[in-house]
Each structure stands twice: as C-alpha cells, then as structure tokens.
C-alpha cells in the first residue's frame, strides 16, 4: 500500500515524477544508458540542466530580468556561508524565526557584523515578528519564507532599499509571489522540487561582486555562473528529478494551480484542528505555514491511541520535531487533497474514542 506521506523532507514527489525517473535510471533517452552513468559533459545532461535552469526562472516570473538559477550542492546549509561570503561586506541584518535562521545567523557573523531586526525566539519561534526596523545601511536582509520546525510562515515580506535574500527551501514553488522583490533566493530540493542533493539559488546577477574578499572559486556565485552550475559534477540524478517536478507543476498550470490546491489542503486540516476539542495548534493562526501544520493533543494520555490509528491508516511521518513535539503534517505540493483528508478522518475518529 502507498502511505500517505506527510515527511517534512525528504518529501512526497508526483507519482508520474518517480516513474519517469526510475525509467531514466535504467535507459535515459533510449541512448542505452543509465541516468547516473552518463557524462555530465554530454549533450543529454547539459539538456538536463539548461532545461531545470530555464523552468526555474519561467515558474518564478523571472525570465529576462537580470536573474540567474544554479543547481548547487551542500544543501540550504552552505548557503548560510554562502551568502555571507558573497554579499556581506560590512554588516546584514536577519530575521529570527527559528532554527534554520539561527543556523544562518552563526554562520554570517563569521564575515561581519549582525543584527537581529527581529527574533519570534521568546515563544519558541510560534509566531513571525512584526513591524521590525529595518536599518537602511545595511548589506543585505536576510528571512526564511517558511519554517518546518515550528509551522510558521511568512504572508507579507517587507519592502526595504537594501538587497532581500530569502530562504525558501520549504515553500519554494508552493505560492505566488512578486520574486523579484527579492535578490537572491535559495532552496533545498527535498520539499517541493526533488530528491535531497541539489540546492536551487536564483540570483540577480548585479548583486555580485561587491565584497572586497577573495572568495574561494567553490563558493563564489560568479563562478558557478561562469560554468553553467557546472564547476563541479553535479548531481545528475537530483537535478534531473527536480527538473521533472517543474515540468509537472507547469503541466498543472504553474503556481498559481498548486497555490489554490495547497490553500485548500491547509484550509481542510486547520479547521479539523481548530473545531476537534482532542487538539492544539502550535503556531499563532496569523502565521500559520500551508506547508508544515503544526498541533498537538490536548490530553498526552491520548498519544499511543492515535499513534496506532495514524500509522494503521497509511500515514507516513507525522512525529513533531524534538525542539517542539507534538505532530507535524507537512502538506508539500505533491501531497494530494486526498491524503490531508485520511489525515482528518483519522483526526475526527481521535474525537469519537477521547
């Protein structure tokens, strides 16, 4: 039986993705040869990658304008060093909401200073701040779209003069936005693109080369652009699963079409948390993520009944992270409205037996 899979990564992919990609790994384009075993130098791979580079850009609405997309490695987590090496010169500031921002936070203050324009930290990061200051003299402001760990995400972004770089690795793909209010954006495959081992980073080319260091050539954008996300081998197998994720969200009419189902399967699962009396939500309802709800049982002593009914419905990964407890349903783009809906019938029955 195909669980229901709500993993906040590595995460569901489309059905149809996970076909053509294992046919590719036996037989890519009837050239006789497997997917992971071709030259990344052959005209088969480079395809690959012009064609993920060029979808990236035509989903985000960003074709023409000046942006760059990368297919990098070392996940969201060498971003974090990254951009600071890339982009700060004096000092950034970075918007606190939770564990992935702390993470990039430690990793800036490595290159300069560093303000907290903002921290959710008193709540246990339940909330996203608001009216923040923003200092004007700044390098860079730096947010994260969506935070797994506690369930929360951010509806409105500022507008400020300074470069904006966000963190979408969770999010990305997932609603519309205005992308290019923002300079340089970075996302980890696993959530809503692909298999863990690429790292997408979209960035306006006239950001760089601003910094008076020398940066090495592994970590500097500029050279990765230079190569056409080639300076190393690159991931052939996660760039070409990520590559078939954007084709199947354009065939399903880009983000927009995944937007209004994404709404619907938040709208489902919030509401059965917010009217059954046997649960909790975690994150402030202002702030709520549509991609990683976050709840909890009102009585613990309920937690082995519904572990049981969860698990013997197909549900897949719904344990709350250790920092918070509790569940987490983690509704990425190719989790289907069906799935959310076993997820709530299984809820709704937690109420009958409490």
Known sequence: ?????????????????LLKASEAVMDLNESGLSLIEISHRSKDFIDVMEKAKALALELLGLEGKGYQALFLQGGASLEFLMVAYNLLEN??????????????????????????????????????????????????????????????????????????????????????????????????AQKNMGPAGTTLVVVKEDVLGKVSRKIPSMLDYKVHISKDSMFNTPPVFAVYVSMLTLEWLKDLGGISA??????????????????????????????????????????????????????????????????????????????????VGVLVDVMSEMERKG
């Open 258 to 339: 995944i937007e209004e189902i994404n709404n619907k399967k938040a709208q489902l699962l919030y509401s059965e948390i917010d009217l059954n009396p046997a649960f909790k939500g975690f994150a402030k309802v202002e702030d709520r993520s549509n991609m990683n709800a976050t709840f909890n049982l009102t009585d613990d002593k309920l937690k082995d009944t519904f572990d049981a009914l969860w698990k013997d419905a197909g549900i897949n990964g719904l344990n709350g992270h250790r920092s918070v407890g509790g569940y987490r349903a983690s509704m990425y783009n190719a989790l289907s409205l069906e799935s």
């Open 1 to 17: 039986m195909k669980k229901h899979n709500f993993s906040a990564g590595p995460c569901v992919l489309p059905q149809e993705v």
């Open 91 to 188: 000092k950034a500031g970075y918007l606190n909401t939770g564990t992935w921002s702390e993470k990039s936070i430690k990793e800036a203050k490595l290159f300069g200073e560093v303000i907290e324009v903002g921290s959710s930290k008193d709540e246990n990061f339940n909330y996203i701040p608001k009216g923040f200051t923003v200092p004007e003299d700044i390098d860079y402001l730096h947010l994260t779209s969506n935070n797994t760990i506690f369930g929360t995400q951010i509806k409105k972004f500022p507008s400020i003069k300074a470069p904006l770089v966000c963190d979408m690795s969770s999010d990305i793909f997932s609603r519309q936005l205005d992308f290019s209010q923002f300079d340089l954006i970075y996302a980890g």
